[in-house]
Protein backbone atom coordinates (compact mmCIF):
# COMPACT_ATOMS: atom_id res chain seq x y z
CA UNK A 1 0.00 0.00 0.00
CA UNK A 2 1.27 3.25 -0.85
CA UNK A 3 2.45 6.20 1.44
CA UNK A 4 -0.62 8.74 -0.31
CA UNK A 5 -3.13 5.94 0.00
CA UNK A 6 -2.07 5.04 3.70
CA UNK A 7 -2.10 8.86 4.81
CA UNK A 8 -5.37 9.09 3.28
CA UNK A 9 -6.69 6.19 5.09
CA UNK A 10 -5.70 7.59 8.11
CA UNK A 11 -6.83 11.20 7.83
CA UNK A 12 -10.06 10.22 7.06
CA UNK A 13 -9.94 8.15 10.38
CA UNK A 14 -8.55 10.71 12.70
CA UNK A 15 -9.80 14.19 10.90
CA UNK A 16 -7.92 17.13 10.58
CA UNK A 17 -6.24 19.24 12.47
CA UNK A 18 -7.17 22.84 12.03
CA UNK A 19 -5.09 24.58 14.50
CA UNK A 20 -1.55 23.02 13.35
CA UNK A 21 -0.04 24.06 9.83
CA UNK A 22 1.62 21.99 7.73
CA UNK A 23 5.07 23.15 7.96
CA UNK A 24 4.35 23.05 12.32
CA UNK A 25 3.39 19.65 11.65
CA UNK A 26 6.20 18.54 9.15
CA UNK A 27 8.82 19.75 11.81
CA UNK A 28 7.24 18.27 14.93
CA UNK A 29 7.28 14.85 13.08
CA UNK A 30 10.66 15.17 11.53
CA UNK A 31 11.89 15.85 15.55
CA UNK A 32 9.73 13.13 16.38
CA UNK A 33 11.53 10.69 13.73
CA UNK A 34 15.07 12.10 14.65
CA UNK A 35 14.33 10.73 18.28
CA UNK A 36 13.43 8.00 16.87
CA UNK A 37 16.46 7.10 14.57
CA UNK A 38 18.64 7.86 17.34
CA UNK A 39 16.87 5.84 19.84
CA UNK A 40 15.86 3.04 18.26
CA UNK A 41 19.08 2.14 16.79
CA UNK A 42 20.27 0.99 20.47
CA UNK A 43 17.16 -1.29 20.13
CA UNK A 44 19.38 -4.59 20.64
CA UNK A 45 20.74 -3.56 23.73
CA UNK A 46 18.58 -1.35 25.20
CA UNK A 47 15.04 -1.73 23.63
CA UNK A 48 12.97 -0.67 27.03
CA UNK A 49 14.99 1.90 27.03
CA UNK A 50 14.32 3.27 23.75
CA UNK A 51 10.85 2.80 23.67
CA UNK A 52 10.45 4.41 27.09
CA UNK A 53 11.88 7.55 25.59
CA UNK A 54 9.84 7.67 22.48
CA UNK A 55 6.96 7.42 24.65
CA UNK A 56 7.87 9.93 26.80
CA UNK A 57 8.84 12.28 24.04
CA UNK A 58 5.06 11.49 22.62
CA UNK A 59 3.16 12.03 25.69
CA UNK A 60 4.99 15.46 26.11
CA UNK A 61 4.27 16.52 22.91
CA UNK A 62 1.74 14.82 21.40
CA UNK A 63 -1.01 14.90 24.49
CA UNK A 64 0.77 17.93 26.63
CA UNK A 65 2.24 14.80 29.49
CA UNK A 66 -1.45 14.32 30.57
CA UNK A 67 -1.49 11.11 31.23
CA UNK A 68 -5.13 10.82 32.10
CA UNK A 69 -5.82 11.54 28.10
CA UNK A 70 -4.02 8.37 27.61
CA UNK A 71 -5.37 5.96 30.37
CA UNK A 72 -9.06 7.22 29.73
CA UNK A 73 -8.93 6.25 26.02
CA UNK A 74 -8.91 9.94 24.94
CA UNK A 75 -6.34 8.84 22.29
CA UNK A 76 -7.45 11.78 19.96
CA UNK A 77 -3.97 13.68 20.09
CA UNK A 78 -3.94 17.62 20.04
CA UNK A 79 -1.26 17.81 17.28
CA UNK A 80 -3.23 15.71 15.28
CA UNK A 81 -1.12 16.36 11.58
CA UNK A 82 2.29 15.41 13.02
CA UNK A 83 0.83 12.08 14.53
CA UNK A 84 -0.44 10.95 11.23
CA UNK A 85 2.80 11.88 9.86
CA UNK A 86 4.81 9.90 12.37
CA UNK A 87 2.33 7.12 12.08
CA UNK A 88 2.43 7.05 8.25
CA UNK A 89 6.05 7.14 8.35
CA UNK A 90 7.88 4.20 5.97
CA UNK A 91 10.37 3.63 8.76
CA UNK A 92 8.25 3.85 12.29
CA UNK A 93 7.23 0.05 13.35
CA UNK A 94 4.04 0.85 15.72
CA UNK A 95 1.30 1.38 12.91
CA UNK A 96 -1.45 -0.02 14.97
CA UNK A 97 -3.61 1.92 17.62
CA UNK A 98 -2.20 -0.73 19.92
CA UNK A 99 1.25 -0.44 19.76
CA UNK A 100 0.92 3.34 19.77
CA UNK A 101 -1.19 3.22 22.78
CA UNK A 102 1.59 0.84 24.49
CA UNK A 103 4.33 3.79 23.89
CA UNK A 104 2.45 6.13 25.45
CA UNK A 105 1.15 4.03 28.58
CA UNK A 106 5.15 2.86 28.90
CA UNK A 107 5.52 6.56 29.52
CA UNK A 108 2.49 7.29 31.58
CA UNK A 109 3.61 4.31 34.29
CA UNK A 110 6.82 5.85 34.37
CA UNK A 111 5.53 8.43 35.66
CA UNK A 112 3.78 6.79 37.79
CA UNK A 113 6.74 4.40 39.50
CA UNK A 114 8.61 7.54 39.54
CA UNK A 115 5.88 9.64 41.63
CA UNK A 116 6.53 6.79 43.98
CA UNK A 117 9.99 7.47 43.73
CA UNK A 118 10.73 4.00 42.51
CA UNK A 119 13.51 3.39 40.27
CA UNK A 120 13.32 0.46 37.72
CA UNK A 121 16.12 -1.58 37.46
CA UNK A 122 16.34 -1.71 33.06
CA UNK A 123 19.90 -4.20 33.70
CA UNK A 124 16.84 -6.70 34.74
CA UNK A 125 13.66 -5.51 33.03
CA UNK A 126 13.61 -5.67 29.45
CA UNK A 127 10.59 -3.98 26.96
CA UNK A 128 8.52 -7.28 27.37
CA UNK A 129 8.23 -7.18 31.18
CA UNK A 130 7.52 -3.45 30.85
CA UNK A 131 4.75 -4.06 28.21
CA UNK A 132 3.14 -6.82 30.28
CA UNK A 133 3.28 -5.19 33.09
CA UNK A 134 0.71 -2.53 31.75
CA UNK A 135 -2.24 -5.26 32.33
CA UNK A 136 -1.58 -4.63 35.94
CA UNK A 137 -4.04 -1.67 36.71
CA UNK A 138 -2.64 1.62 38.31
CA UNK A 139 -5.14 1.15 41.57
CA UNK A 140 -2.92 -1.88 41.90
CA UNK A 141 0.66 0.24 41.63
CA UNK A 142 1.76 -1.59 45.06
CA UNK A 143 1.44 -4.76 43.57
CA UNK A 144 3.08 -3.75 40.74
CA UNK A 145 6.24 -2.87 42.19
CA UNK A 146 5.96 -5.73 44.14
CA UNK A 147 6.51 -7.13 40.64
CA UNK A 148 9.22 -5.39 39.51
CA UNK A 149 11.66 -6.17 42.89
CA UNK A 150 10.90 -10.08 41.79
CA UNK A 151 12.30 -9.24 38.69
CA UNK A 152 14.97 -7.87 39.43
CA UNK A 153 15.87 -10.02 42.48
CA UNK A 154 16.12 -12.97 40.01
CA UNK A 155 19.26 -14.75 39.82
CA UNK A 156 19.02 -17.12 37.00
CA UNK A 157 19.33 -14.74 34.01
CA UNK A 158 15.89 -12.72 32.98
CA UNK A 159 12.51 -13.24 34.49
CA UNK A 160 10.73 -15.83 32.12
CA UNK A 161 7.20 -13.78 30.63
CA UNK A 162 5.91 -17.14 31.02
CA UNK A 163 5.93 -16.88 34.44
CA UNK A 164 5.45 -13.15 34.79
CA UNK A 165 2.28 -13.40 32.73
CA UNK A 166 0.96 -16.07 35.84
CA UNK A 167 2.09 -13.19 38.37
CA UNK A 168 0.05 -10.77 36.47
CA UNK A 169 -3.23 -13.10 35.76
CA UNK A 170 -3.05 -13.78 39.54
CA UNK A 171 -3.41 -10.09 40.70
CA UNK A 172 -6.48 -9.65 37.62
CA UNK A 173 -10.60 -10.17 38.63
CA UNK A 174 -11.34 -13.40 37.33
CA UNK A 175 -13.68 -13.22 34.29
CA UNK A 176 -17.03 -14.15 34.52
CA UNK A 177 -17.68 -17.54 32.68
CA UNK A 178 -18.42 -17.50 29.36
CA UNK A 179 -21.64 -19.14 28.02
CA UNK A 180 -21.63 -20.62 25.17
CA UNK A 181 -23.94 -19.31 22.66
CA UNK A 182 -25.40 -22.33 21.03
CA UNK A 183 -26.56 -23.15 24.58
CA UNK A 184 -28.49 -20.22 24.56
CA UNK A 185 -29.73 -20.43 21.17
CA UNK A 186 -31.96 -23.45 22.41
CA UNK A 187 -34.56 -21.12 23.46
CA UNK A 188 -34.98 -19.66 19.64
CA UNK A 189 -37.45 -23.17 19.26
CA UNK A 190 -39.74 -21.34 22.01
CA UNK A 191 -41.43 -18.39 20.75
CA UNK A 192 -42.84 -17.36 23.89
CA UNK A 193 -39.49 -17.30 25.74
CA UNK A 194 -38.49 -14.89 22.59
CA UNK A 195 -41.66 -12.96 23.78
CA UNK A 196 -40.75 -12.71 27.39
CA UNK A 197 -37.07 -11.68 26.44
CA UNK A 198 -35.80 -14.66 28.72
CA UNK A 199 -33.64 -15.56 25.68
CA UNK A 200 -32.63 -12.16 24.66
CA UNK A 201 -31.54 -10.59 28.06
CA UNK A 202 -29.59 -13.89 28.76
CA UNK A 203 -27.62 -14.12 25.18
CA UNK A 204 -27.34 -9.99 24.83
CA UNK A 205 -25.70 -9.94 28.67
CA UNK A 206 -23.49 -12.51 27.02
CA UNK A 207 -22.77 -10.83 23.82
CA UNK A 208 -22.11 -7.56 25.74
CA UNK A 209 -19.38 -8.92 28.09
CA UNK A 210 -16.03 -7.40 27.41
CA UNK A 211 -14.34 -9.10 24.09
CA UNK A 212 -11.46 -8.54 25.14
CA UNK A 213 -11.93 -11.24 28.32
CA UNK A 214 -12.48 -13.82 24.88
CA UNK A 215 -10.07 -15.54 23.21
CA UNK A 216 -9.87 -15.55 19.47
CA UNK A 217 -11.68 -19.12 19.36
CA UNK A 218 -14.50 -17.78 21.49
CA UNK A 219 -15.17 -14.61 19.49
CA UNK A 220 -15.01 -16.64 16.60
CA UNK A 221 -17.84 -19.22 17.68
CA UNK A 222 -19.65 -16.62 18.95
CA UNK A 223 -19.61 -14.42 15.43
CA UNK A 224 -20.33 -18.08 13.88
CA UNK A 225 -23.06 -19.08 15.95
CA UNK A 226 -24.79 -15.31 16.10
CA UNK A 227 -24.98 -15.95 12.42
CA UNK A 228 -26.58 -19.54 12.65
CA UNK A 229 -29.00 -17.51 15.28
CA UNK A 230 -30.14 -14.79 12.69
CA UNK A 231 -30.43 -17.76 10.05
CA UNK A 232 -32.48 -19.62 12.31
CA UNK A 233 -34.95 -16.21 13.53
CA UNK A 234 -35.45 -15.30 9.94
CA UNK A 235 -36.55 -18.78 9.39
CA UNK A 236 -38.62 -18.55 11.96
CA UNK A 237 -40.01 -15.06 11.19
CA UNK A 238 -40.94 -17.01 7.50
CA UNK A 239 -42.72 -19.83 9.35
CA UNK A 240 -45.06 -17.29 11.35
CA UNK A 241 -45.21 -15.28 7.90
CA UNK A 242 -46.46 -18.53 6.32
CA UNK A 243 -48.86 -19.71 9.48
CA UNK A 244 -50.15 -15.90 9.51
CA UNK A 245 -51.09 -15.79 5.65
CA UNK A 246 -53.01 -19.08 5.89
CA UNK A 247 -54.78 -17.85 8.53
CA UNK A 248 -55.80 -15.24 6.28
CA UNK A 249 -56.86 -16.86 3.29
CA UNK A 250 -57.93 -19.79 4.22
CA UNK A 251 -60.05 -21.68 2.21
CA UNK A 252 -64.27 -21.15 2.58
CA UNK A 253 -65.54 -24.00 4.63
CA UNK A 254 -67.19 -26.60 2.39
CA UNK A 255 -71.17 -26.48 1.78
CA UNK A 256 -72.94 -28.85 3.49
CA UNK A 257 -70.38 -29.41 6.34
CA UNK A 258 -72.84 -30.67 8.87
CA UNK A 259 -73.44 -33.49 6.91
CA UNK A 260 -71.32 -36.48 7.38
CA UNK A 261 -68.42 -36.94 5.77
CA UNK A 262 -67.91 -40.05 3.83
CA UNK A 263 -66.02 -42.62 6.39
CA UNK A 264 -67.92 -40.75 8.68
CA UNK A 265 -70.60 -41.84 11.17
CA UNK A 266 -73.77 -40.40 10.99
Do not use: C
Not at 181 to 193: A, R
Request: aromatic share 8%; charged share 35%.
Amino acid sequence: MSEKVVESKVLNAFGVDKGETDPDADKLAAETMALFYDEYAKVDEQLAMAKLAIGKHMLKEFFDNEPKRVEEGKFSPYKDKSWQKVRIHADWPWKSETAMRNLLRLAVQDRYLSEQEYVVDYTKVNATHLTLLLRVPEKKLDEKIKLLDKIKSYDKGVYPTAQLNQDIKALLPKPAKWTRPSELLKDISTIKNIFEQKFTETFLKTVNQDVDELSPKQKNTLTTEIDDAIEQFKKAIADLNTAKKALRYKKPKPKHEDKPQPGMAA
